[in-house]
């Protein structure tokens, strides 16, 4: 792939809320998780953990617990990437607790969203959840912390880019 052709993906990546109800199979969920684990993390510590639903009432219950988004229930996959803290901290004590973690599983969370646009899929980066919902909807453990879910599937209708981009001389300093 040449080097326009992935700033091209990265151009085109959209917010995606609206779906087909078509599946996405197993083989390429798997090659999105499969990109996620190849982003960068502080001290190659990979702390990143996925659970990957696709099971109708706990999708509603992630809608739920997702301030109400009721798209997140509608996609056909919902990808809910969880840092490990304690992960990060062993060699980076609370930096690697409190921000590391979070850094890694943002890197990740990217690496999903470029990958399913390559992969001609819509997804959705959703922050707005409510933490103790997500870990009890999922019976996550308590060395998990629920950092971001990705409703995904086959985009419904074409998303146009938001208008405002911010040009670089507006937020680049070289010096």
């Known amino acids: 792939m040449s080097a326009e052709a992935i700033l091209e993906v990265i151009r ?3 917010s995606v809320r609206h779906f ?17 684990r190849w ?14 639903v696709t099971d ?11 301030l109400r988004q009721g ?3 509608e996609a056909p996959v919902c990808i809910v990437v969880c840092a490990e803290p304690e992960r990060s901290a062993r060699i980076y004590g609370t ?17 999903i969203l470029l990958a399913a646009q390559a992969l001609g ?6 922050g707005a959840f409510d933490e103790e919902r997500v870990c009890a909807c999922l019976d996550l453990p308590a060395t998990l912390r629920p950092v971001a879910l990705i409703p995904l599937g086959y985009p419904a209708r074409e998303t146009e880019p938001r ?4 040009e670089l001389k507006e937020i680049v300093v070289y010096r």
């Open 95 to 111: 930096r690697g607790r409190a921000l590391y973690c979070l850094q890694d599983t943002a890197a990740a969370v990217q690496n």
């Open 39 to 52: 982003a960068p993390s502080a001290g190659n510590l990979q702390p990143w953990f996925f659970y990957v």
């Open 12 to 14: 085109r990546r959209r």
């Open 121 to 126: 899929l819509g997804a959705c980066w959703v």
């Open 56 to 66: 109708a009432r706990l999708k509603r219950e992630l809608a739920a617990a997702a």
């Open 20 to 36: 087909r109800p078509d599946p996405v199979d197993r083989e390429t969920v798997d090659r999105l998780l499969d990109a996620a």
């Open 163 to 166: 208008p405002g981009r911010r």
């Open 71 to 73: 798209f997140v229930a």
